[in-house]
């Protein structure tokens, strides 16, 4: 048996994982991570909710007009999103870069809006300890999900914007692609943890 | 990289599908029925919609089987979790339950 056998017994050259790119896979892991960071504040909020005598209602609390356009505005900013990739696609850099540039204007309003919203509600008594409504742990859990939320979005706004330098600096629009593509699976992450969030923070 | 041109999906499509499918959860919250059908309902609606910016928007549908598996493997976490958490807010429930009726449980002579 020769060396080469050995190895391959151990590990085989090609498994049902190996990937076009180890990159994706890696930010695939990494937000399969932050997905389960989600889900526990979600499932978190859920049994405090449940096991809460008062708990107010939360779209009569809060308010949905804003925040259903905030979430029209997170699922238009996927689009650009996924347009920057294909025009990226197609070598059309300065059209990728204009679209990651929506993109990360879609994020930074959503943020500014979000900051907006905050200030609104902590005007009208809500805070992180207590509130007019209802149960305390209503305000807790409300700032805590939005703002770890928010601060993906905040995150994902840097990495665009940085992400448009580096599409700039390639020598090649093809060059950047695969980064791209790595960038808009964040993004389009952030966009269906916010459709989970609306969902059960503001909606049911 | 010219294998990945076939791959984009009608993604205005999508976005139209997700726009309907805010509205219809904006509508279902103001439905006269009861409070579990709709918490029903708009978890189905949610659940539709993350799966279509993930299936489309993050090209889960056109990657590997075994992504797919990685990918909803939270899911399955968070659902767990939710019966891990049920046994503790029930006895919550129970414990509020008897400080508010104390007199039925308090022994009123020895």
């Known amino acids: 048996m020769t060396a080469a056998t050995v190895h391959s017994a151990i590990e085989p050259a090609e498994t049902p994982l190996t990937p076009d790119s180890w990159g994706k896979l890696g930010m695939w892991v990494f937000l399969v991570g932050d997905a389960v960071g989600f889900g526990v504040l979600l499932a978190g909020y859920g049994a405090m909710r449940a096991t809460s005598g008062d708990w107010p209602n939360p779209y009569q609390v809060l308010g949905i007009n804003l925040t259903a356009l905030m979430t029209f505005l997170l699922i238009c900013s996927s689009v650009t999103m996924v347009k920057a990739l294909e025009w990226l696609g197609r070598g059309d850099r300065s059209r990728a870069i204009q679209y990651l540039f929506f993109t990360a204007l879609g994020g930074a309003i959503f943020v500014s809006l979000q900051a907006y919203e905050w200030t609104h509600l902590i005007h009208r008594g809500m805070h992180i300890n207590q509130n007019p409504w209802g149960a305390t742990l209503f305000g807790t859990s409300f700032f805590l999900v939005t703002g770890f939320h928010g601060l993906h979005v905040t995150g994902g706004v840097i990495y665009l914007l940085s992400m448009i330098r580096y599409v700039a600096h390639r020598p090649e629009a093809a060059a950047s692609y695969n980064a791209v593509e790595i960038t808009g699976l964040y993004w389009h992450f952030v966009d269906l943890v916010w459709i989970m969030v609306f969902t059960f923070m503001y909606l049911i | ?110």
Do not use: Q, R, S
Request: proline share 5%; net charge positive.
């Open chain 2, 1 to 110: 990289m010219a294998e990945t041109a076939h791959k984009h999906p009608n993604y205005m499509a999508i976005f139209w599908y997700l726009a309907i499918l805010t509205i219809i959860e904006l509508a279902v919250i103001y439905m006269p029925l009861a409070k579990f059908t709709i918490g029903v309902l708009l978890c189905a609606l949610a659940l539709g919609k993350a799966a279509l910016v993930a299936m489309y928007f993050m090209h889960l549908k056109f990657e590997a089987k075994t992504l797919g598996w990685i990918a909803v493997t939270p899911l399955a976490i968070a659902t767990l979790l939710v019966f891990v958490l049920l046994p503790d807010g029930f006895a919550v429930l129970k414990t509020t339950d008897a400080a508010k009726k104390p007199a039925v449980t308090a022994p009123a002579k020895h």
